[in-house]
């Protein structure tokens, strides 16, 4: 509540001290169909070809873990299964992202995302040790056909990431065996996406998002081979500014990832909820709170649940 508190002051300081009617760019005016001005979200990319600059922070858990369950592996040494430990897995992120639209029917896109992730308790810290991700991203947007009520767009992305991992249960398992420990590895990660986007103005109020990816590259695994993946998609949004003249939207979105490939290593599979709630008074300015429910499977039996809370600023230019 006292989040939800703290985000409508800022709405309301906003109102006021940015102005609220302000009229429609040209430029901005791309993201509007039938009336309707799209909500922006972290669960479904945009089509929409425009210049702006993004920036996200959050925070998030998956708790109560119990290590040795269907949750979460049990930590093994020598031989010997550790079970019934229990912890939380606490996570942060950082993302910056800038398009511009270098012509009418395409843009390009770089994106920084920087993740952390460790166990608050020793079950969960020794399971899951301490992960850092950083990824960088290069991408380019291509509208293929914009009507009054829809946008289409192709989107080709490569990512190059890069994990570190700080883990103690390899360390711990050297140290048994009598093995040169292993406490910190280094992994790059270089993958291609290419897919479609999709946006559909049902009224001023009302408008529905999907888009549809598929990728190619190399695995966490350094001795599995590379692998294949699919992900989509799908949100709607309202907006209450329209109707009512108030000037919040919320947003609903689904997404789902799942790798395909021959070697499954770490996430084979997730899917992620969002709720958001959007300041919509100018349609220069996207800034909101996402609440995020996600599920990750990681074979048919070990799954986890987390739960985030994400800042998004996106101003157009």
Request: with cysteine; net charge neutral.
């Amino acid at each position: 509540m006292r989040t939800l508190t703290c985000f409508t002051i800022l709405v309301m300081l906003l109102s006021g001290g940015l102005g609220a009617q302000q009229a429609v760019s040209e430029s901005n005016r791309v993201q509007f169909r039938g009336g309707h001005r799209f909500i922006h979200n972290s669960v479904v990319a945009s089509p929409f070809v425009m210049t702006f600059v993004r920036n996200a922070v959050g925070i998030g858990v998956a708790p109560d873990l119990l290590i040795g369950t269907s949750v979460v592996r049990a930590t093994v040494i020598d031989s010997v299964p550790i079970v019934g430990l229990t912890g939380d897995v606490l996570f942060a992120g950082l993302e910056f992202e800038f398009q511009y639209a270098v012509k009418r029917w395409l843009g390009v896109r770089a994106r920084f995302k920087l993740d952390a992730r460790v166990g608050n308790e020793l079950g969960s810290l020794v399971a899951v040790g301490v992960n850092t991700t950083s990824e960088y991203e290069l991408g380019w947007l291509f509208k293929l056909a914009s009507r009054e009520r829809f946008m289409l767009s192709a989107n080709v992305d490569v990512t190059n990431g890069d994990v570190s991992v700080l883990n103690i249960r390899n360390l711990i398992e050297d140290v048994v065996d009598s093995l040169p420990p292993r406490l910190a590895q280094n992994i790059p990660v270089l993958r291609a996406y290419g897919g479609l986007r999709f946006a559909y103005g049902v009224s001023p109020l009302l408008g529905v998002t999907a888009n549809l990816s598929a990728g190619y590259g190399e695995s966490l695994d350094r001795q599995a081979q590379n692998q294949a993946s699919v992900q989509g998609g799908i949100s709607t949004d309202f907006d209450l500014r329209p109707g009512t003249g108030v000037p919040l939207g919320f947003l609903l979105g689904y997404k789902f990832e799942t790798y395909i490939g021959e070697a499954r290593q770490s996430f084979a599979e997730s899917s992620r909820g969002e709720f958001r709630i959007e300041y919509t008074a100018r349609p220069d300015l996207g800034i909101g709170i996402a609440f995020n429910a996600e599920r990750v499977q990681i074979d048919s039996k070990d799954r986890y649940y987390f739960y985030a809370v994400r800042i998004d600023l996106r101003y157009f230019f």
